[in-house]
T-cell receptor, first 117, second 111 residues
Framework: GAVVSQHPSWVICKSGTSVKIECRSL??????MFWYRQFPKQSLMLMAT?????????EQGVEKDKFLINHASLTLSTLTVTSAHPEDSSFYIC?????????????FGSGTRLTVV | GESVGLHLPTLSVQEGDNSIINCAYS??????FIWYKQESGKGPQFIID?????DKRQGQRVTVLLNKTVKHLSLQIAATQPGDSAVYFC??????????FGRGTSLIVHP
């Protein structure tokens, strides 16, 4: 089955630094990749949608200058949290979709726990 | 029993019992529905899906029921095991290829 690899699984960084999270589709080409944020005991909040080679589409309220998304290839998308602050601490999850149809596979990465100290 | 609070609703069951997790969806035009299981500290995993032209689909120990009249989706887990303890999310897809996720239900299985 489709596998999405997300790295790192956890990271601790100092306030003011930037952190990059990678999302790779290992055995398929992902037309679209998605980035979610999840707070404890809450549902997934979609942050942005990215298509290979084009700018990401950010959800309302998500700062695009703070959460930089790059989708340089059909198998790799990165999320960079710039100038991280403690309030950015969260669980970040990516997902990848092979096609654009309703029934096309939608596979999640294993998530990244970001702690900003 | 099931309880709803400020955070995720919780369903507590005894090992071996059957579990039923419910989800109300919002878009009557949605034509594809998915259930995901998320264990603590991990990403969601696909469990089972169903298209809108069906009202029931069975997998291994799991059954999804779809009632389009009342826009309701349920996941039934037979003979619930401690390893089934997780948060379960339903998701719907309609005209947009982006799934919309429900609130989630925390399933706690007591040995």
């Amino acid at each position: 089955g489709a596998v999405v690899s997300q790295h790192p699984s956890w990271v601790i960084c100092k306030s003011g630094t930037s952190v990059k999270i990678e999302c790779r589709s290992l055995d398929f080409q992902a037309t679209t990749m998605f980035w979610y944020r999840q707070f404890p005991k809450q549902s997934l909040m979609l942050m942005a949608t990215s298509n290979e080679g084009s700018k990401a589409t950010y959800e309302q309220g998500v700062e695009k200058d703070k959460f930089l998304i790059n989708h340089a290839s059909l198998t790799l998308s990165t999320l960079t949290v710039t100038s991280a602050h403690p309030e950015d601490s969260s669980f970040y999850i990516c997902s990848a979709q092979e096609g654009a149809g309703a029934g096309d596979g939608y596979t999640f990465g294993s998530g990244t726990r970001l702690t900003v100290v | 029993g099931e309880s709803v609070g400020l955070h995720l609703p919780t369903l507590s069951v005894q090992e071996g019992d059957n579990s039923i997790i419910n989800c109300a969806y919002s878009n009557s035009a949605s034509d594809y529905f998915i259930w995901y299981k998320q264990e603590s500290g991990k990403g969601p995993q696909f469990i089972i899906d169903i298209r809108s032209n069906m009202d029931k689909r069975q997998g291994q120990r799991v059954t999804v029921l779809l009632n389009k009249t009342v826009k309701h989706l349920s996941l039934q887990i037979a003979a619930t095991q401690p390893g089934d303890s997780a948060v379960y999310f339903c998701a719907e897809k309609g005209g947009s290829y982006i799934p919309t996720f429900g609130r989630g239900t925390s399933l706690i299985v007591h040995p």
